[in-house]
């Protein structure tokens, strides 16, 4: 009895997954994803160029609010922004701030990574994780792949119509040049019958009286 069950359920499944809709779904799915990585390089270059003299392109465009609470003003000598260039420097002296002047440089390395894990780099400079940030540079990204996704979907619909609209008329051009050399075969034009009106209640009665009057004259 479970081996009938099992044996149905993939029976099911198996018609479930050969539909031309399920089939259809996966190709869109496939190709979307692929598109979006088409979309995503073009707003990427299309904003570098745009962007160019702006220092730290794009990703830079952000507003720092200010800090509220002591867990959003950063770590000591780093503060809540600080230059990426002055990264290393910053790094160097907090970690001769804490092991002294003759700290080794795989202590160096090993404090700069645990600072860069508590920052997060936009364009040419870093903001502590806890900050605020109210990053414009990805709402303006989004909206420029918005744009070109709802333009090359609009492009290929517009074509996509234009050679459906074609193909019907070429179609519609072959059928009425062969009921032109066949014309006994052309369909006749379906007349529609026009429903009988309604009875009024005035006709009603008046079939009434008309029966009474009919049995009226049987029963002499």
């Not at 069950?5 to 692929?34: C, H, P, Q, Y």
Request: aromatic letters at 10%; one cysteine or more; proline letters at 4%.
């Amino acid at each position: 009895m479970k081996k009938k069950k099992e044996f149905k359920l993939w029976k099911e499944f198996k018609a479930f997954i050969s539909r031309g809709n399920v089939v259809d779904m996966a190709t869109g799915v496939v190709i979307g994803g692929a598109f979006s990585a088409i979309v995503t390089a073009l707003v990427n270059i299309f904003l570098s160029v745009c962007t160019w003299a702006v220092p730290g392109g794009l990703k830079g465009l952000i507003t720092v609010l200010p800090a509220l609470t002591d867990a959003q003003k950063g770590m000591d000598g780093f503060g809540a922004t600080f230059a990426a260039a002055e990264l290393q420097a910053k790094v160097q002296a907090y970690a001769e701030s804490v092991y002294g002047s003759s700290v080794e440089d795989a202590v160096v390395q090993s404090m700069k990574s645990e600072i860069l894990s508590k920052y997060t780099l936009y364009g040419s400079q870093y903001v502590y994780n806890q900050t605020a940030v109210i990053d414009w540079g990805t709402f303006i990204n989004a909206i420029i792949s918005f744009l070109i996704v709802a333009l090359t979907l609009f492009i290929i619909l517009k074509v996509y119509t234009t050679l459906v609209n074609k193909k019907r008329d070429a179609q519609a051009k072959l059928i009425e040049e062969y009921y032109k050399k066949h014309p006994e075969e052309r369909p006749q034009p379906v007349v529609e019958e026009k429903p009988l009106p309604k009875p009024t209640e005035y006709d009603v009665l008046v079939e009434i009286k008309e029966l009474l009057k009919e049995q009226k004259a049987n029963s002499k």
